[in-house]
Nanobody, 123 residues
Framework: VQLQACGGGLVQAGGSLRLSCAAS????????MGWFRQAPGKEREFVAT???????HYADSVKGRFTISRDNAANTVYLWMNSLKPDDTAVYFC??????????????????WGQGTLVTVSS
């Protein structure tokens, strides 16, 4: 599985962005998808996940502001980001796994990773 993320950019605080992550292959509906981010000088952290069973889970820091959704027909997962804050500035990575568990928040559970897209939120 190859993942290609895009949609990052520069936005003012309070603004919105939509990230997209397209997956190769024809087995997207078997994948659990996730978004992680890594800010300069910090460790990679969980943002959101979308289970192949339909559930979603969010980090407390983005709950109510970010929404993860998936389009299985288009092999794509999205991260809709609203009310952006300077603290949301990071490189955002999409990730995927086919494990039996779901709604994982720990990066080591994810087998496949995209290249990352930079989101910069100015104050």
């Amino acid at each position: 599985v190859q993942l290609q993320a895009c949609g990052g950019g520069l936005v003012q605080a309070g603004g919105s962005l939509r990230l997209s992550c397209a997956a190769s292959g024809r087995t997207f509906d078997t994948l659990h998808m996730g978004w992680f981010r890594q800010a300069p000088g910090k460790e990679r952290e969980f943002v959101a996940t979308s289970s192949r069973y339909g559930g979603t889970h969010y980090a407390d820091s983005v709950k109510g502001r970010f929404t993860i959704s998936r389009d299985n027909a288009a092999n794509t997962v999205y991260l809709w980001m609203n009310s952006l804050k300077p603290d949301d500035t990071a490189v955002y990575f999409c990730a995927a796994h086919r494990g039996s568990g779901n709604l994982y928040v720990i990066s080591r559970h994810y087998e496949y990773w995209g290249q990352g897209t930079l989101v910069t939120v100015s104050s």
